[in-house]
Structures are given as C-alpha cells and as structure tokens.
C-alpha cells in the first residue's frame, strides 16, 4: 500500500496546478487500484480540509463533497472510514471544524465515553463535553 499525501489530493481538488494535477491523476490511475488502494490517514484529510478553507476559501459543502468523493473513490483506503463518513455527515450538518467532528467520532470508537473542551462549537456534538473556565 503506498501512503497519498495531502498535496496530492489537493492537486486533484483544487487542480490549481495543473501539471501537477495531471501527474496526480496518472499516479493514482497507474499505482493505486481497488485492490492496492492508496493509503489516506485522518492527518491527510484535517489537512486537506483546512487548506481548502483557509488557504482556498472554499464554503462547507463543497469541502464536504470532495471528503466524501475520496470516501467513495475505490482506489483510496481511508483510514477508519466509518468514522469518517460519520464525522462528515456531523460536519455537513453543523458547525464545528471537520478535525472536531472527526476527533469525537475516533475518541468515540476508542472507547472514549467523552471528550472533553473549551471549544463551544465543538461542545455542540454529542460524544464532547464543555469544560467551563474558572
């Protein structure tokens, strides 16, 4: 399995550079199969995620919608895809960053009976709970 790193995928997406866009694409046509899928971490999407707001300013929906084409994409393996989809749908859904939707879904699945913040947005999904400052 070859790791895929947020570049690349941002290659893809943004397709801002499009050479390297293109090489993107042939790389994965030519090395990553459904079978040999490329490896993409939850790193990888936080990443990809924050990079295509801040840097790329795109609205929720549109970022949701590439999460959820690599979700779909049979030559990615994403790692602990259930969690994902399900932070996605959080995420589509709320307001809180993608990376809080995906930490208390993973927390979750580890075991975690919760997680714990100052972070309001965040404390608005289930699974958080709000610490308040002294």
Known sequence: MIGI????LLRLIAA???RQAVTAR????????????GYVCH???VELVWTLARAYGYPR???????????ETAQLDVESSNDVAAAL?????????FADCLLVRVN????????????RKAAKLQGFKLLAGR
């Open 89 to 97: 749908k959080d995420y589509r859904s709320g307001t809180a960053d």
């Open 16 to 18: 801002d550079e499009p």
């Open 108 to 119: 979750a699945a580890s075991g975690c009976t919760h997680t714990v913040t100052f972070d």
């Open 26 to 37: 042939d790389f994965l046509r030519e090395h990553c199969t459904a079978d040999e899928p």
């Open 61 to 71: 929906e549109r970022i949701a919608d590439a999460i959820g084409q690599i979700l």
């Open 43 to 45: 790193i990888v999407l």
């Open 5 to 8: 790193d947020t570049n690349l």
